[in-house]
């Protein structure tokens, strides 16, 4: 690793001032993604600020029936909530889906949607990444793409998300709430908090300098049958080929959002009417557009054979 400070945070708005007041700061948390990439120098942050002494661990009711999920909240306990696994099923799974027990018991909510991409090439210090270091190139165009994005790429990136977590609460319409350098508070749907890469691939969310991270709001259940499924290439400790939540309820709507398919996670509303029509007739529309490399166009009837499936398992 290169030299940097270090410094602790005792309240959301000090933290986010000393990020803003500092150049190359990173907020620190489990730092189970971050400290990799340190240790890779992928990431050089020249100062760090651990925000866990934050009051941001908690799992709260809302007065509109939905839940605030602390930026804090570690992946196992969000998982195990009794509330969560009532009545957002959904978020469970695809947060059991992910990485290693170890892992889970570590990473938070926060650090979880802002978790870099597993693109081969971006951890591949000695090939060119658009996302690593801007303008140099991107090696995934002419080389190995198999886990990489069908749709929503650019000729700058086809790196793609690698979040589960993420994935459900898309499906799930869930809101992020944040806090800036001025004390100012914002909240930024989910479908409007990752960026698609474009020409500017090393930009991944829409968070402005100093913006950190306070919690998730989960709205009021959307009830129906909630299924995830993530089809990888091996059992345990893998990112996603492809992955499908969907909510499906007994008149045969629901919605439905993808994970590993694009560099954000995947939903277009639209499709969601086709859904008592069937999985073809659904994924012809989330993935109207799909650009695939000869390695990786089997993710267009992956996605339909999973989303077939998920559907199947909904009905009964």
């Given at each position: 690793?290169r ?14 001032v ?5 150049p ?20 050089t ?14 799992i ?6 939905g ?43 926060a650090?979880?949607?802002?978790q ?8 591949d ?5 658009n ?8 090696a ?9 994005a ?6 700058a ?12 609460m898309?499906?799930?319409?869930a809101v ?34 100093g ?12 009830g ?14 893998a990112?996603?080929l ?34 008592p ?33 998920a559907?199947?398992e909904?009905?009964?």
């Amino acid at each position: 690793m290169r030299p940097f400070t270090y410094e602790r945070a005792w309240t959301p708005a000090a933290a986010a001032v000393a990020a803003a007041g500092t150049p190359g700061a990173k907020f620190i948390a489990g730092g189970t993604n971050l400290l990799d990439l340190m240790k890779l120098q992928i990431e050089t942050p020249l100062h760090l600020i651990d925000i866990n002494g934050l009051a941001l661990d908690k799992i709260e009711p809302t007065p509109e029936g939905g839940l605030q999920v602390g930026a804090l909240v570690r992946n196992t306990d969000l998982a195990a909530d009794a509330r969560v696994r009532r009545d957002y099923p959904l978020l469970s799974r695809a947060l059991l889906a992910g990485a290693s027990g170890q892992l889970r018991n570590r990473a938070t909510t926060a650090g979880n949607l802002l978790q870099r991409t597993r693109c081969p090439y971006f951890y591949d210090t000695n090939m060119p990444c658009n996302k690593r270091n801007p303008g140099s190139g991107c090696a995934a165009l002419e080389g190995f793409s198999r886990p990489l994005a069908v749709i929503g790429g650019s000729g700058a990136c086809i790196a793609t998300n690698p979040s589960d977590m993420a994935v459900a609460m898309r499906a799930l319409d869930a809101v992020v709430t944040t806090v800036g350098p001025a004390g100012e508070s914002r909240t930024i749907a989910m479908a409007d908090f990752h960026r698609l890469p474009g020409d500017t691939p090393h930009l991944e969310s829409v968070l402005a300098p100093g913006e950190l991270i306070t919690g998730v709001t989960l709205p009021k259940p959307a009830g129906g049958t909630q299924i995830y499924h993530k089809v990888r290439d091996r059992a345990s400790y893998a990112f996603a080929l492809i992955s499908v939540a969907a909510i499906v309820h007994k008149d045969g709507t629901g919605r439905v959002a993808l994970g590993g398919v694009a560099p954000k996670p995947w939903r277009v509303e639209a499709a969601e009417a086709d859904m008592p029509r069937g999985a073809k007739a659904v994924t012809s529309q989330l993935l109207a557009g799909a650009a695939p490399t000869s390695d990786n166009a089997f993710k267009l009837l992956l996605v339909e054979r999973t989303l077939g499936a998920a559907m199947t398992e909904a009905r009964g």
